[in-house]
């Protein structure tokens, strides 16, 4: 089985850009900053329960990143970057620490490198599991409202809240609620210990107004590009910020 995907040619011989959307995305979240990219070859991907690959089921991170290792060879993928935000950026970490063959770099926005206490892992278990009981049971619209008044989006203002409520309403309840709980960071290893040691280029970005992932930047002890003028969701908030930052990634 393979996750869905967009994918867009580049010139032969360069290394592909891999984009992996956040919880709740589909493939078209990273579209306008890889299409500034056009000499890379770019695969926009789908993660499990959303998009087109919204029927796909995961038990956890080996699924997802299994998944993510036969769509690449699927595709004839041997030289690649992983680029991935929030959830995505999860994903990209945690497959980046299995030694995937044909891997140039990673490049994360916002993504979460782990819990470190069991305390930590329980309490997000319980507010996952709450969040994944609403999405199956309410309105999107209404369970989206709630969502993004969470802290991490304090940054956004009422126009930016809405819009981004009204975008994540297509989605299926049922499907992220699944998808949420199987990559709950309550199951999600602690892995900052094996980035410390990685054998890849990585970079982090982070808005310069989301707090939290800044200071978590400073604990990976990667170079981090700040975004000006942006919060936790960077790309959407200053894209041509994201597309500087990357460029200067992709030439070194």
Known sequence: MILR???????????????LHGFSGDCREW???GEQFPDFSRLYIDLPG???????RVSGFADVCDLLRNTLFSYNILK???VGYSLGGRVAMMAACQTLPGLCGLVVEGGHPGL????????????????????RREPLR???TDWYQQPVFASLDASQRE??????????????????EATSLAVQPDLRARLNVRTF????LCGERDSKFRALAAELSVPCHMIRNAGHNAHRENPAGVVDSLAQILRL
């Open 142 to 144: 209404d369970v989206f």
């Open 5 to 19: 995907a967009q994918a867009n040619g580049g010139q032969p011989g360069s290394p592909w850009l891999v984009f």
């Open 80 to 82: 690649y970057w992983l």
């Open 201 to 204: 280029p990585f970079y982090y």
């Open 116 to 135: 470190q206490r069991e305390a930590e892992r329980d309490a997000r278990r319980l507010s996952d599991g709450r969040w994944a009981a609403r999405f």
């Open 31 to 33: 579209q306008q900053i």
């Open 163 to 180: 819009a981004l409520v009204a975008l994540r309403s297509q989605n299926n309840g049922e499907t992220l609620a699944a998808m949420l």
């Open 50 to 56: 959303h998009g087109d690959s919204a029927d796909i």
